[in-house]
Nanobody, 119 residues
Framework: QAQLVESGGGLVQTGGSLRLTCSAS????????MGWFRQAPGKEREFVAS????????YYGDSVKGRFAISRARSSNTVYLQMTSLKPEDTAVYYC????????????WGQGTQVTVSS
């Protein structure tokens, strides 16, 4: 059974850093792209970043460009989101997701991890 498990969330002060981890299992992800999304209370889900498992091409949402970095470790089926210069508006539940290349829909989601940035 395929699953994604996020970890690494927590409470951090403005300007601080956190690294989120997404552990993927139960599926061969070589033909997938992995993404991070976030959702704050009362707001719609927002795209944060994505990376192609093969080749490593990355994409970022405008609000995190230059501050966040997505990477993957193929040997351990792990995707990371390094977050720096955090702002209170980065506070949200962060979700890891996967979609097959060629499909527009993310079809596998993790349970989410809370990130709270205090001012």
């Amino acid at each position: 059974q395929a699953q994604l498990v996020e970890s690494g969330g927590g409470l951090v002060q403005t300007g601080g850093s956190l690294r989120l981890t997404c552990s993927a299992s139960g599926r061969t992800f070589s033909s997938y792209a992995m993404g991070w999304f976030r959702q704050a209370p009362g707001k719609e889900r927002e795209f944060v970043a994505s990376i192609r498992w093969s080749g490593g091409s990355t994409y970022y949402g405008d609000s995190v460009k230059g501050r966040f970095a997505i990477s993957r470790a193929r040997s351990s089926n792990t995707v990371y989101l390094q977050m720096t210069s955090l702002k209170p508006e980065d506070t949200a539940v962060y979700y890891c997701a996967a979609h097959r290349i060629g499909s527009s829909a993310y079809d596998l989601w993790g349970q989410g991890t809370q990130v709270t940035v205090s001012s």
